[in-house]
């Protein structure tokens, strides 16, 4: 019995600054997510025809704007939520504001078809991108879109 409990009740205390392992975070898939959600609304807006194949193309365009506007929500909230820690937050103030801004976007994008909205998630991606990585001394890795 006191083998059991000795294997249930940890004997050191371990710590981390984040809840995942250091490298594990990265802003990328939600800059992909993002792009994703951009490319599927210009190519509704694009979209003409109401016949039935154009019909199922254009609710797969909004099946996988609205997926992808989720994971890059989700993306975003992960980093927002686990990464970023309070040094973070004085050294870019605005971070709380850009991160509730690009979750309000990528909502937005979900119910609504706009290029203009999903450029400006991409566009909010950037920010976070740059944040992110100014915040492990890394000002060497670019923001590429595949735009």
């Known amino acids: 019995m006191n083998f059991i409990k000795g294997l249930l009740r940890p004997s050191q205390v371990a710590s981390a600054h984040c809840d995942g392992p250091c490298g594990v975070y990265d802003p990328a898939s939600a800059r992909i997510a993002a792009e994703a959600v951009l490319s599927m609304a210009k190519k509704l807006v694009a979209l003409e025809?109401?016949?039935?194949?154009?019909?199922?193309?254009?609710s797969r365009y909004i099946a996988i704007k609205e997926e992808q506007a989720q994971v890059a929500k989700t993306e975003l909230l992960i980093l927002w939520t686990d990464y970023f820690k309070p040094p973070h937050l004085e050294a870019n103030p605005e971070i709380h504001n850009i991160f509730w801004n690009a979750a309000k976007l990528c909502s937005q994008n979900k119910v609504e078809v706009s290029v203009d909205a999903a450029q400006a998630l991409v566009d909010t991606c950037e920010q976070v991108h740059n944040i992110f990585w100014a915040s492990k001394s890394r000002d060497d890795?670019?923001?590429?879109?595949a735009g």
Do not use: C, M
Request: hydrophobic letters at 25%; a negative charge.
């Open 49 to 58: 025809g109401n016949d039935l194949a154009t019909e199922n193309t254009r």
């Open 141 to 145: 890795v670019s923001f590429y879109t």
